[in-house]
């Protein structure tokens, strides 16, 4: 599973292995996307069953632009996950990183960026909001 599972008795890998492991998810569901793979759906749901979501969502909440990035791709078309981001917090952390992270500038551009791609990502493919 890409190397974001923790081994056992380990307490956390480096930011770098980390950030390779969110680039590595990020760049995988990118390239199948982009090709019109039929098994996108099948391939999220493997990385989410899996632990990538949880483990992503916290390397957001570590302010990991990459992990908001591979979060997006996660989403994309995809209102389980969507859903599922919802449950963990994702709107309250996307809304503390876009305006009170970016008020106080403490948020860099490139986690702003991210943000703001995985808001749009989460409004975009929330069924609930939009009519029916």
């Known amino acids: 599973m890409l190397g974001l599972q923790s081994p056992p008795n380990s307490q956390h890998m480096s930011l770098s292995e980390d950030d390779e492991a969110a680039r590595a998810i990020r760049n995988a ?8 793979d039929s098994t996108v759906r099948q391939f999220q749901a493997e990385l989410c069953d899996n632990g990538a979501l949880r483990q992503l969502y916290n390397l957001a909440v570590a302010r ?5 990035e591979a979060l997006r791709l996660l989403a994309y078309r995809n ?19 876009l305006v009170r992270e970016a008020r106080n500038g403490t948020a860099s551009g490139a986690l702003q960026a991210a943000a703001l ?15 029916q």
């Open 79 to 97: 209102r389980i996950v969507v859903q599922q981001l919802a449950n963990m917090g994702a709107i309250e952390l996307l809304e503390q990183i």
């Open 117 to 131: 791609q995985l808001l749009t990502s989460l409004l975009a493919f929330n069924l609930e909001i939009h009519s």
């Open 64 to 68: 990991r632009p990459l992990a908001l």
């Open 29 to 36: 569901l990118a390239s199948a996307i982009d090709r019109g």
